[in-house]
Structures are given as C-alpha cells and as structure tokens.
C-alpha cells in the first residue's frame, strides 16, 4: 500500500512539473473587440501599477510583466547598466539609492580622475550642464532659436537669394523662424488667459473665505452648504472650487503655470537669454570634457527620478512603485532641463554611457529641431559597434512623424524617412481603455516602433510619488523589458534585442481613433491599431523573455555545431 501511494505521489509530482513547464505559452493577439470594451473603466486598485498586468489575466493592456516575473522565478540573470539621459535624479531616494550605478574605478571626491576617462570624480555618472560653481541650467533655449542665433544672416533674405548648397540650412532657418514666432504668441495668450483666470481664483477664494467665515474647509463642509444653498449663483461658485480642490489647482499652482509661461518668453524663446555655464565651445564636438559630478543636481526636478523609478525602483517598496528589473544598477546622465537639449550634450552623453559600460540607454527626451544632427547620428552608431541599444521617446505632439512635414529628434532616420540606424527603438505611448493610444502621442507606421503604457502611470516624484502620462515613461517601460532580456539572456545581440521587443508585443486588432495635434478635435474615420506603428503592436514583457530564450537557445545549439 504504502509502495503503491509513493508511486501515485511520483506520478503527480511528474505531472505538475510537466505541467508547469508547459504553461508559459506565448499570449497571443486580442481580436475580440466586445472584450475590449469592456475594458473602458478600471478601478481603483486596476489602475494601480496597471502597467504590468496582462490581458490574458486581468483583461487589462499593460505588459504582462507579473507573468514575466514567474517565468523566470529561480533564473539567474546578470547585472544590467541602464543609463538614463535626462533631467537630475534623486540617487539618495529610498527606492533607488541602492539601484545607482558607481564607477569603482574612480576614488571619491579625491578631485583626481582616476580612471583617466576625463571626467573627475564620476561615481555615479556625469552632469554636462554642470559648473565649477555648481550653478544649476534651470532653462534652456529651444533648438529652434540656437538656429536663429547661429544662422542669423539669413533673416532677410528670400529663397530666391540662396545659393543651392545652402537651401537646406535656409529652409531649417525658416522653419525655425516660423515655429519661434508662434511660441511667443502661443506663450503670450496663455500669459494673458491665466493672469485673468488668477484674478477670477482670487475672488473666489474670497468669496468663499466669507461663506465659510475661514479660510481652511473641508470638502465635505463645501458638499453640505452646496445642498443646503438655493441661490444659483453661489451653487455654481461652490461647485467651481470643488472642481478646483477635486484637480490640485490652487494659488500655488497657478503662479506654477504663469511662470512657465513668462519663462517661455523671457528665455525658451527669447534669442537672447544666455543658457550656456560650462566654459565649453557649444560648436565644437572635440571640446567634450566640461560639467560636474553631480547627477543629484540642485533643482530637483523630477523628470529623472520619475525615469529612474518605472525602470529600477525596488520592488514591494513603501511607496507601491513596481520596478521592471531587479539586477539592475541605473548611471544618470544629466544634459536636461526646460527647454531643448544640446546636440552636442545629447552625443557626448550616448558616448560616455557606452564608455562605462552601459548596455541600454534611456532618452525619455525630443524636441522638433536639431541643429548638429550628425553628432547624434555618429554617436548612436558607435554605440551600436559596442552592441549598446537606445530606447527614446516618440513624443507628445500627436503628430504622424511618417509626414515630412513633421520632425521629431534625436531619431533612427534619414531625411527621407528611412531606417538608417539598428540600434534604435522609438516609443509611443498607449492606454488602458478601448481606444488604446494615448491622444496625445507621436505615431507613425515607419517611424515609431512600437507603443508601451503611458497613461496614469505611478512614478516616484523627487521626495514621493504621483501618477504622470507621457510618452517619456512608455520610453522607460520599454528600457526595463530591454534589461529583463539582457540580463537573462546575455548571449543576444543588440539586433537580436530590437527584432524581439518588436516581434514580441501583443496586436490588437481593432480600429482606433489617430492621435490628433494638442487634443484637437479628432477625425471621425477611425483606422486598425496595427498601422500607427512599424510593429503594429504593444510591448510584452512575458512574450519578448520566451522569445528571448528560445533565440538564445538556437543560438548557443548553433554556437556548439
């Protein structure tokens, strides 16, 4: 008897390890769209990390990254550099303080550059916009205005002055011309829109400091008078700053959004507000050993740390931010802040990156012009020859970058539109709801790869958390599921990788709404999910792992013969 349960025992246990092995099958691409519809309002606690849920289990368009993390329980992966080029980035937080790289072959603040690279004291990365007085470049010019300064001479001219090998230049003057002019008007109109929309705040905050007889109430307080109340007017006033409560708009963030504006126009814009502190020459790429060590910065904006968080923060942290990789140390690169990137800063970052050992590079960044496009260009091939893969954002436009009209940097294009780099995945930005992209994101069937969550995504802010959209975090996701398959599977090669975050995603075979320019209104035609990206489809964690192993396995068979 007790022979005869041993053997049932064995038999069961055979089965379940059978079984087990058996059931990461691939998810496949979602065709129905009655379940799709379904999925128009989550809750409370879905939306939380949605990003990582899956459609095959939770019915919910994130990355299935919880089945990725079952399928390599008990795997061993190897330690991953991901630097991230961007804004500063809290490397003391307490979800990332122990995920930040550190260059053991330099010695701490002995201002000595031990490891002869150039670059003094670089523990835990480099800051270009970095000076010996430590002053923080708060704002920098738009690209677009770099190119009214450095092309001036053109200003009067038409184009039937120009001589044929300078049109090229010309025309990039005049569009930058163009695109400048209807900032500073755009700036201009928002200045004047919210100096009255602050006037109005203020009587109303009066208003209701005299109704409540203080200055301090609660919502329930403000809901209670508003049922008892009768008088129309003051009905709609309450109701107004519930609706400004409910939203976080206050005096505080008012005088926020003016300052954007009046910066906008005394220095984004502005030709000649001066943005350059580092005693470097701007025109010169050879002149590349400027900035500081200090990736912490002063400003403590937060764009970085929000990066940093989506790819690496440790898991089942206190503050309920879900990293995507463990085995992973993060090297912060600052060349960012408002404003437009230098090109300059931009190739120097993606060289030194690749320099220190960096496998996949993070630039959640873009802007519409650039004025040394092939310094960048030259740069993303070096780091391909070192088998390093950059991941950068579409952009926030919803705009179809495939029209020459349209212009998005840095890119993987010539001027044509044609793939001329392999090392270079463009993300855009998609949502939980049926409509699946984010209206807001760049799009484009030969120029954007492939779409990621970017919607209502919880991130770490500088000293907490909140919840941001933006193609910049769909740029972060995709960095993660690039590490997950770098780490497991070290024998890929960087096409290898590209090919597999691509062929990997999840289709979704319904009709969707186009993204439209700045939240216009949309067109009434919809068209397939499939053509607003090259692969047609969304990022999956779990898919790219088990096409990943099965690559990697094929190639060490092939490796053995």
Partial sequence: ?????????????????????????????????????KRVNLTEDEIKNWQHKSF?????????????YDFIEGKK???????????????????LKNKIWINTDEIPNNNIDDDKNGYVDDINGWNFLGTKKNDPTIHHKSTAVRILKKYKHFKNLDESNIESKDLKVYRL????????????????????????????????????????????FTLEELDSLYKKNTDTIIKQKLASTRYLIKNGIDEKRINQILNIHKNNIEKTYNIEHFDRLTND???????SIYGNNNVFGNAKMDHGTKVAGIIAANRDNEDGIIGIVDNIKIMPIIISSYGNENDKDIALAIRYAVNNGAKIINMSIGKEFSINEKWISDAIKYAEKKDVLIVS???????????????????????NKNEILNNFIAVGSSNYSNELISNYTNYGKKTVDIFAPGEDIKVLT???????SGSSLSCAIVS????????????????????????????????????SPEGKEKDDNKVPFSSLSKSGKIVNAYNALLMAEEVSKKKKKKKRK
């Fill in 1 to 37: 008897m007790k022979i005869y349960n041993l053997i049932i025992l064995s038999i069961m246990l055979l089965l379940s390890t059978s079984c087990k092995s058996q059931s990461f099958r691939p998810e496949t691409s979602v065709n129905n769209s009655k379940i799709i519809e």
């Fill in 56 to 68: 095959s289990k939770d019915t919910i368009f994130g990355i299935s990254s919880e089945l990725a």
């Fill in 77 to 95: 992966g190897m330690e991953i550099i991901v630097a991230i080029i961007d804004l500063e980035v809290n490397i003391n937080h307490r979800d």
């Fill in 173 to 216: 003057y005049k569009r930058a011309e163009k695109y400048q002019k209807e900032k500073i008007e755009e700036a201009k109109l928002n200045l004047e829109y919210f100096q009255g929309f602050k006037e109005r705040y203020l009587k109303l905050k009066d208003t209701m400091n005299v109704l409540f007889n203080k200055k301090d």
């Fill in 281 to 287: 020459d701007l025109n010169d790429i050879n002149d």
């Fill in 393 to 415: 954002a579409a952009g926030n436009e919803g705009l179809n970058l495939d029209d020459k009209k349209n212009y998005y940097y840095p890119n993987d294009m010539d001027e």
């Fill in 462 to 468: 500088w000293n907490g958390v909140d919840t941001d």
């Fill in 480 to 515: 993660g599921v690039v590490a997950l398959i770098r780490s497991y599977f070290p024998n890929l090669n960087v096409i290898e990788v590209k090919n597999i975050i691509l062929k990997s995603g999840i289709s979704k075979n319904i009709m969707v709404y186009k993204p």
